[in-house]
């Protein structure tokens, strides 16, 4: 039955059935969604000693198939502490690219074949993938993150509000899907003090302030990397000048993206004003490959 509310926060993640409910009965709410990167599974390592413990990390590699192709994986590091031992590693969510060839991870049933597979994917790992993790591995039923983007953040009518990734999922892949949804609240509840706790005055300025911010996180989190072959190994040594300037000359060389996501406060909006020369030219490349884009 009906139950009467002051305000309804929507924070049912990036499945939000009162999302989908705005979609369907509001024509000016504009929404976009797509699977991002494969399939995933996690696993819980030992962080290499290449890596620095405290901070998030992305590396690329490929497996070798037998018939000659290559297909990609993904390890993205989050830190941790090991529940029992209260050690420093990593939470790694790995993905790959899809195929369904035998000699896959999709088709590996052996935990020897997956550690074999994954350390030779990520020789700087140094066989640290132990067997352990690999049945990790195959013990799990593998997930899909999914990207979204909304034109507004509230419903004026109906006195909604949309929190965390109900409004604006980036599917994991710059690690501050939690931190965006506590700003979020944060702003919320600022915004209500400013106002004196009127909500028709609170919802539009929410979305005024948050929209922005969500809109920059997806493109700095979907877009960080170009796509094309050559462009991203121009990339790559694009990134290892910032993080050399940067050590040498902090004042005057910005380090890569990834590097101002998880080391400095800095609005995702300021992020990406600082870096947008750079993120334009890597979004327009993108599109070429169907890089989510959103309602654009």
């Known amino acids: 039955g009906e139950r009467p509310y002051d305000?309804?926060?929507?924070?049912?993640?990036?499945n939000s059935v009162i999302r989908d409910t705005l979609v369907q009965q509001d024509p000016a709410f504009k929404f976009a969604s797509a699977p991002l990167n494969g399939t995933q599974k996690i696993l819980h390592l030992k962080m290499p000693s290449s890596l620095d413990p405290s901070a998030v990390h992305a590396m690329s590699g490929s497996v070798e198939l037998p018939s000659g192709a290559k297909q990609r994986v993904g390890f993205f590091w989050v830190p941790e502490r090991n529940r029992t031992t209260g050690?420093?590693?990593?939470?790694?969510?790995?993905?790959?690219?899809?195929?369904?060839?035998?000699?896959?991870?999709?088709?590996a049933t052996d935990a020897g074949q997956v550690r074999d597979l994954l350390?030779?994917?990520?020789?700087?790992?140094?066989?640290?993938?132990?067997?352990?993790a690999a049945q990790q591995f195959i013990d799990q039923t593998p997930s899909m993150n999914t990207v979204t983007k909304c034109s507004t953040y509230h419903n004026a009518e109906g006195r909604i509000v949309?929190?965390?990734?109900?409004?604006?999922?980036?599917?994991?892949?710059?690690?501050?899907?939690?931190?965006?949804?506590?700003?979020?609240?944060?702003?919320?509840?600022?915004?209500?003090?400013?106002?004196g706790g009127d909500l028709d005055a609170a919802l539009p300025l929410f979305s005024e302030r948050r929209v922005p911010e969500g809109h920059a996180l997806l493109d700095l989190s979907i877009n960080q990397g170009p796509k094309g072959p050559?462009?991203?190994?121009?990339?790559?040594?694009?990134?290892?000048?910032?993080?050399?300037?940067?050590?040498?000359?902090p004042k005057a060389v910005l380090p890569p993206t990834q590097n101002l996501l998880t080391q400095t406060d800095w609005d995702f909006s300021v992020i990406y004003g600082r870096k947008r020369r750079l993120l334009d030219f890597v979004k327009k490349s993108n599109?070429?490959?169907?890089?989510?884009?959103g309602y654009d």
């Open 7 to 14: 305000v309804l926060i929507a924070s049912d993640g990036v």
């Open 87 to 107: 050690g420093r590693q990593g939470c790694v969510l790995v993905n790959w690219g899809e195929s369904e060839e035998d000699g896959s991870l999709m088709k």
């Open 119 to 132: 350390n030779g994917a990520f020789p700087a790992l140094n066989g640290e993938v132990t067997l352990e």
């Open 162 to 195: 949309l929190l965390g990734d109900a409004a604006h999922s980036s599917g994991g892949a710059s690690g501050q899907g939690c931190n965006a949804a506590l700003q979020d609240a944060q702003v919320l509840d600022g915004i209500l003090g400013e106002v």
């Open 230 to 249: 050559v462009l991203r190994l121009l990339f790559l040594g694009l990134s290892a000048f910032e993080t050399l300037g940067h050590r040498l000359f």
């Open 287 to 293: 599109r070429k490959y169907g890089v989510f884009t």
